[in-house]
């Protein structure tokens, strides 16, 4: 039995529905350039990291060498999910503060990682250029931020109305001031 054309739309598959969304709800199209922009300036960061052969402390060296992988990795994981149909079909509804803390984590991460690579290696160009990198990379999820907060405002701050899943809270009527119509002999 064949379902008419008025169930279609509801009842089977598009496969034409697009899987790339941007602009989507949890990301708009500056912020999904900025979050190329955060992965590839992670990933050079983290191939300069690599290709430094010796160091005078080497766990300033690892310590970025960690933020930088991660920062690379996690970033376009979350570039992936956001830019796709894919955050549908995850069970996480707190897209918006996940990425907003996932973003702040890691520019903290990175200015201290630079600032400690900084600070602890031997001088050379290739050590400053992974120092300027990770700079430029933590300047680049800064400015994610600044743009999150712009475009959609804190992700943690309520309207002070409490929300509820099953629509808008109702509002309730008023008393009635009208008494009903009672005989005043029977009462």
Known sequence: MATGKVYDDTTTPNPKAP??????QNLDKVRFAIKVTE???????????EVVNSCLSCAALYFFEFVSCTAFLFTLLLLVILSTTLHTRVDIT?????????????????FIASIIFASDNGGSSLEKSVVAFGLLATIVF?????????????????????ETSNGPVPVEAPPETERLNVDAGRA
Do not use: Q
């Open 19 to 24: 899987w790339f969304t941007v602009p989507s």
């Open 39 to 49: 992965v590839l300036l992670s990933f050079v960061a983290f191939i300069l990291e």
């Open 94 to 110: 707190c897209w918006p503060s996940l990425d907003f803390l996932y973003t702040g984590g890691v520019a903290v991460l990175f």
């Open 142 to 162: 800064v400015v994610d931020l600044v743009m999150f907060v712009k475009s959609r405002g804190s992700p943690f701050k309520k309207d002070g109305k409490s």
